[in-house]
């Protein structure tokens, strides 16, 4: 059973619309990550957050932008959709303490037409 | 950086044989190797991890190996059955003060052939 939410599952939108993706966990974790995966199954990281107040950029270059006002929801933002932006989004968090395992969300699937 | 190199990317098994997914990675100081498993549609869900300190770990049909010293662990899934069909993915993690850098493999996609 999923702790970890993401909404909506698929969306089809057209270029130029703004749109945000959410996520939600509900297990009192401090970090939270967007991972963009390809459809060669890749997983990228394009931002984290260790915390309210708190967001980085990931490894992978991206146009989307975050927020972390409340430390249950983590939701991405693209200002602009492009078809290039075609992509599966998954939400995922962790506890702030070592190392320790990222729990996923079930994605939300975007077409950018 | 650190950088994670998983193989095969496709791997087909009779009902009951075993499979072995196998990755390697470059920084020493990886110190947390979990693994996932992808179904459709879903996100991928953590089936088993091991730390440094610890060479092998074993979970009913699932077991992971870890050599340090040549940078190696691998994933054994035992009696498979068609549900472990799935992309599985390993990961190398490095913890330093507050900060978690995880670097995953590209995948391996699992399929099991009744």
């Known amino acids: 059973e999923a702790d970890i939410y993401q909404t909506p599952r698929y969306l089809v939108i057209g270029t130029g619309k703004k749109i945000t993706l959410e996520c939600s966990q509900t297990?009192?974790?401090?970090?939270m990550y967007w991972y963009q995966q390809d459809p060669g199954m890749e997983l990228h990281l394009i931002h984290y957050?260790?915390?309210?107040?708190?967001?980085e950029k990931g490894d992978l270059s991206s146009e989307s932008t975050v927020s972390r006002i409340r430390t249950e929801h983590f939701p991405l933002t693209l200002e602009s959709a492009r078809p290039s932006h075609t992509s599966q989004y998954l939400c995922?968090?962790?506890?702030?303490?070592?190392?320790?395992?990222?729990?996923f969300g079930n994605g939300t699937r975007l077409t950018v037409t | 950086g650190e950088n994670v190199e998983q193989h095969p990317s496709t791997l087909s098994v009779q009902e009951g044989d075993s499979a072995v997914i196998k990755c390697t990675y470059s920084?020493?100081?990886?110190?947390?190797f979990p693994w996932y498993k992808q179904e459709l549609g879903k996100g991928p869900q953590l089936i088993i991890d091991?730390?440094?300190?610890?060479g092998e770990k074993k979970d009913q049909r699932i077991a992971v190996t870890l050599n340090k010293t040549a940078k190696h662990f691998s994933l054994h899934i035992t009696e498979t059955q068609p549900e472990d069909s799935a992309v599985y993915f390993c990961a190398a993690s490095i913890q330093s003060g507050g900060y978690q850098k995880v670097t995953f493999g590209i995948g391996t996609k699992l399929q099991v052939i009744p």
């Open positions: 091991i730390r440094s300190n610890v």
């Open positions: 995922a968090s962790s506890y702030a303490g070592g190392n320790s395992p990222l729990h």
């Open positions: 957050s260790y915390g309210v107040n708190s967001t």
């Open positions: 297990m009192g974790h401090d970090k």
């Open positions: 920084d020493s100081a990886s110190n947390y």
